[in-house]
């Protein structure tokens, strides 16, 4: 028998020191990119967006790749690009941790609208504050320190 893998995960990374530097049009071709480098990697990006300092993507993890290499492929390949591809990008990075947050297949729609409603959403709650409600959430602990 074949193995047969659904691993949904919704993953949350910020620019370092949470700095805006995806603007709309770096966001207009970042958000595809991450698609594709998802697919190069043998995931399923099932949708890309987020805010000018954070990105969020609900994606499918085969079972041969861990999450942490699956972010360090977004974030590494990603990152490369935005230095090669906009010399006016050269101070970009990305924070060093990340959230990962599994979700089940009846909760990819409500994810789908959240991650499209970023701009929105963040007109009222602040990046420090959804990542501390998705802990809470997700019965994570942490220190307030950790969310710098």
């Known amino acids: 028998m074949h193995s047969f893998i659904n691993s949904l995960i919704h993953c949350v990374f910020s620019t370092k020191d949470r700095r805006p530097h995806i ?3 770096l966001q ?3 958000w595809p990119y991450l698609g594709g480098i998802a697919r190069e990697n043998k995931m399923k ?3 890309v967006g987020g805010t000018e300092d954070h990105v969020h993507a609900l994606f499918s993890l085969p079972g041969t790749l861990s ?3 699956a972010v360090q492929l977004l974030k590494g390949n990603s990152s490369k ?5 906009f010399p006016m ?3 970009f990075q990305w924070q060093e941790g990340y959230g990962a947050f599994s979700i089940g297949i009846s909760g990819v729609e409500d994810t789908t609208r959240y991650i499209q409603e970023q701009a929105n959403h963040h007109r009222k709650m602040s990046f420090r504050e959804e ?3 998705f802990l809470k959430k997700h019965g994570i ?3 307030e320190q950790m969310l710098d």
């Not at 690009?81 to 591809?85: D, K, P, Q, V």
């Open 81 to 85: 690009w935005i230095h090669e591809t």
């Open 28 to 30: 207009q071709r970042l």
């Open 45 to 47: 990006a099932l949708i």
């Open 67 to 69: 999450i942490a290499k």
């Open 131 to 133: 990542i501390a409600a």
């Open 89 to 91: 990008h050269q101070n």
């Open 23 to 25: 603007t709309p049009e």
């Open 141 to 143: 602990e942490y220190d």
